[in-house]
């Protein structure tokens, strides 16, 4: 190990205890980011300049429903994500350990799916602009990403390829899947994905909704996000260490990537389409 090499700090995973019941950061990383973009969706609602001849695609009341369909798609839509993404073999010989998230394992891209249905099934039921909707929520899941990216390097997971960077870091839990190579300094790419995926991707959506008139556009700014997401984590999956012994390891391509992929396609498309409905309404 590299005299260098920075240890990684002692943080506690739980934040708080109430008697028998732990709260951890990571719970309160998902709760921060929900309603973070409760918030915020609702401010977005207010500005009426931003919105097609000044309407909102519906009322600010209505966000909280909202927030209550988001919850459950991320949640069923992250674990279920996990374990058919990542760890499908294990949880098919362990289908009990399927609700068990609070032993970890959520996958955002299982998570991104589960907000789209989620989405649809609200917009279907409040009878709103499904677009704009997916525009409104896509301007607000960097914040999650943010505080998520963090919840992850405080739990000491989803580290990063060994380096020879002055900030390269020894994580502990590194051991339990490479004893052989351990201890190494490791890319901290959590953080690095922090800043990409979570405060750099929100600035830029930012910009485009509030000087670009993006959400004039419906389904301008989902293609954005999706673009920018998928970019991001393409990037960032060069220093964070792959999910060890997945079929979609091909090279130098990592399952993170290879889920990526579709997800720049599909915004593509999304901008693709709102430009062509802009230019027959025009």
């Given amino acids: 190990m590299t005299l260098l090499a920075i ?7 739980i934040a708080l205890e109430i008697g028998p019941v732990a709260i951890k950061w990571y719970g309160l990383a998902y709760m921060a980011g ?22 909102p695609p519906f009322d600010a009341t209505r966000t909280d429903d909202l927030l209550l369909f988001m919850t459950i798609g991320v949640v069923l839509g992250g674990r279920l994500g996990f374990v058919l993404l990542y760890e499908a073999g294990h949880y098919l010989s362990n289908p009990s350990e399927i609700a068990m998230v609070w032993k970890g394992g959520m996958a955002f891209h299982g998570a991104l ?20 909707t997916m525009d409104l929520c896509a301007a607000t899941v960097p914040l999650g990403l ?5 919840a992850n390097f405080i739990n000491g997971e989803l580290w990063g390829r060994p380096t020879e960077v002055p900030w390269g870091m020894v994580f502990p839990e590194a051991r339990l899947q490479y004893p052989q190579l351990e201890p190494l300094p490791r890319h901290p ?7 990409l995926e979570g405060l750099v991707l929100f600035l830029v959506l930012r910009y485009m909704t509030h000087h670009r008139g993006s959400l004039q556009t419906p389904g301008l700014t989902t293609g954005l996000f999706l673009i920018g997401y998928g970019l991001a984590r393409t990037f960032c999956e060069m220093f964070r260490s792959p999910h060890a012994g997945h079929a979609l390891n091909i090279g130098p391509l990592t399952a993170g990537m290879m889920y990526s992929i579709p997800m720049i396609l599909l915004g593509m498309w999304f901008i693709w389409n709102s430009q062509k409905r802009a230019a027959k309404a025009a």
């Fill in 7 to 13: 240890p990684f700090p002692d943080f506690n995973p």
């Fill in 34 to 55: 929900l309603l973070l973009g409760w918030m915020y969706i609702r401010r977005l609602l207010t500005e009426q300049r931003l919105w097609p001849r000044g309407t």
């Fill in 146 to 150: 943010l505080f998520g990216r963090v």
């Fill in 189 to 195: 790419s959590q953080l690095y994905e922090a800043a």
């Fill in 113 to 132: 799916l589960g907000c789209g249905l989620a989405i649809w099934l609200f917009a279907r039921w409040t009878k709103v602009s499904t677009l704009s």
